[in-house]
Every structure is written in structure tokens, then in C-alpha cells.
């Protein structure tokens, strides 16, 4: 066993040497390892830390586009919606415009027209003046007067007729306050009231229109 023992002693002397500068250097060998670990570990950070901000102002930059999408949105809307406005504003006056012109070319002559019915009231009594009994061929010049009379106001009505002018004689009618003008309500036998029982003067209306409404009596209960 003694002899044994010498004998490894002797192997392990020549080794000596080479562990103790193997254990002094594994220190140095130690450090630069774990620097070399955390330059690594630090490298690692950097690039993550990099790719956050990278993924950080991408996402910074889609928020500024999304609001600027939203706010051109909205401005887009508020266009159109003044673009519309102004095309019905637009269309409103067209119409109202035409209307008007229309209501020109139908009622311009109103005020003609109301002229002309004095001259249709004057032709009416003048061949309601003519006795009908003195109408007869021993008075030729009356007669002649009166049918001439009679055909000048048949042309006068077929010239209101035609230019929209049409004559109101509302007897046995109802009272419509929009055509008619009562003078008077008196009973009537055999006479619903509330209906025209004499007409004064004859009415007319212009394209639907009441020109001059007729003067009449209107019966009323007794």
C-alpha cells in the first residue's frame, strides 16, 4: 500500500504545476465569460427594447392617420350635407319661380279681365231692359238692337270661357262663402235653408280662382 501510494504521488507532482495555473487563470476565464453573458443579455435588451419602440411608433403613427382619417370624415359629411341642403334650397326656388311664372301667365289678366265683366254687366241689363213683348218684326229696328245685343254677349262669355273666365249664377245653390257675397237671408217657402234664392249680380272666377264672388239672397229659417 506504501509502495502504492509513493507511486501516485510521483504521477500527480508533474501535474501540479498545470493545476495551479489552471486555477489561477479560470478566474480571468470566469469574468470574461460573464461579461461576455451580459454584453449578450444586454445586446438582447437593446434590440427588444428597439423593436418596442418600433412597434410602438408605428402604432403612434396609425393613431394620427385614424384621427386624421375621422376628422376628413367628418368634413366630407358636412360637405355633403351642405351640397344637399343647397341643391333643395336650389330646387325650392326653381319651383316656387316656375309657380310664380305660371300664376302670372294665368292671373296677368286679372285686372283686364275685372274691367271687361262691367262691360258683361252693362250688355246684361241692357237686353234684360228690352220689354220682350215690343220684340217683334212691326218694330224691326228694336228687334234688330236686341238680337245683336244678345249675340255680343254669347261672344263675350265664349271669349272668358276660353281665356279661363267663367260666369257664377248660383240660384238653388248652396251658399259657399268663398263664391258668394249674402246682401240678405229672408225665408222662403218650399226652400231649403241655407241655399241661394235670388242672385243680385252674377259672379265669376278666373282659373278656379274667384274673380268676384256673386251678390245674392240666402235662405233662412222661417
Known sequence: MAAVAQCVRGALRPRLPLLNVALRTSPRLLCAATQQKNT?????????????????????????????????????????????????????????????????????????????LEVAD????????????????????????????V??????????KKHGLLRLDPVGAKFDPYEHEALFHAPVEGQEPGTIALVSKVGYKLHGRTLRPALVGVVKDA
Open 151 to 160: 249675340m255680343t254677349e254669347i261672344q263675350i262669355q265664349k271669349v272668358f
Open 122 to 149: 252693362i250688355l246684361e241689363k241692357a237686353t234684360e231692359s228690352v220689354p220682350k213683348e215690343e220684340i217683334k218684326d212691326e218694330n224691326p229696328h228694336l228687334k234688330n238692337l236686341y238680337e245683336g245685343l
Open 40 to 116: 449578450g443579455q444586454n445586446l438582447e435588451e437593446d434590440q427588444n427594447q428597439s423593436q418596442n419602440e418600433q412597434k410602438v411608433e408605428p402604432s403612434s403613427a396609425e393613431k394620427l392617420l385614424a384621427e386624421e382619417k375621422a376628422k376628413l370624415e367628418e368634413q366630407l359629411k358636412e360637405v355633403n350635407d351642405k351640397y344637399k341642403r343647397a341643391l333643395a334650397d336650389a330646387e325650392n326656388v326653381r319651383q316656387r319661380s316656375q309657380k310664380l311664372v305660371e300664376e302670372a301667365k294665368l292671373y296677368g289678366i286679372q285686372s283686364f279681365c275685372k274691367d271687361l
